[in-house]
């Protein structure tokens, strides 16, 4: 793993999610991708908290349904969902969206809801520091009136919790309700390529410098979707 910025105090963390470990997708170069990636991204994986529980952000049945089919919850406890939500804030209380801002309160979710689904990870993200401001204004400028969980766990101000593992980098691009990951576009072609640079066997970035680096090429020839493009940190918790 790169020595650059390794230190949690070095961090500020985006919050805690429950990710499926996705399948490598048709698109993506075999030669170049393992067949199974930690992400957050919602373009590639079944990623909670997505928006949805929020309150103020209902869905019909039709919409939510998939949702829960996706996370290995059965469609049928979707009131369970929200009423548990509504009784597990965030800390503090007035984040919206919701978000995991703690690592205790993602493991309450998964033994409640996820307990016999391995296939989903315990993972939280953190982004540098010195790369906090840079994003903070950036969301300001595209959202509008509207947030994120992870603009709202960032705004925190906090540390990533010990006794996470290192995971990797991935280079990411925050949206409301919506997530995107560089290798939704391919461009592990051109992290290869360009930097000489091989993925993990996460589908993540080891060196947290040739990420950064990665990130500001993406910027600068303006690729994938329309957001800021930042080298985001992920660390792998315990689920119990």
Known sequence: MGS????????ISGGYFLTKVANRKPYMAAELV?????????????VFPNGWPTPGFELSPKDHEPRLQALGIHPGRAEEVVSWVAAHPPEPATIWPYAFTSVDLARQFAKTFMEFNGDFVLVGVALRKDLVGAFLREAREQYGGNTSELVEAIKQDRNPEPKGKILGYDIHGDGIAESHSFLCHGLETDLNKEFSVNLNPHGLIDDG???LRFSDWIMEKDLGEHCLWLPWRLDRYELS
């Open 209 to 211: 410098g040739g990420a």
């Open 34 to 46: 393992p067949e199974k990636i930690v992400t957050i991204s919602t373009c590639i994986t079944a």
């Open 4 to 11: 650059e910025g390794s230190s949690p105090q070095d961090f």
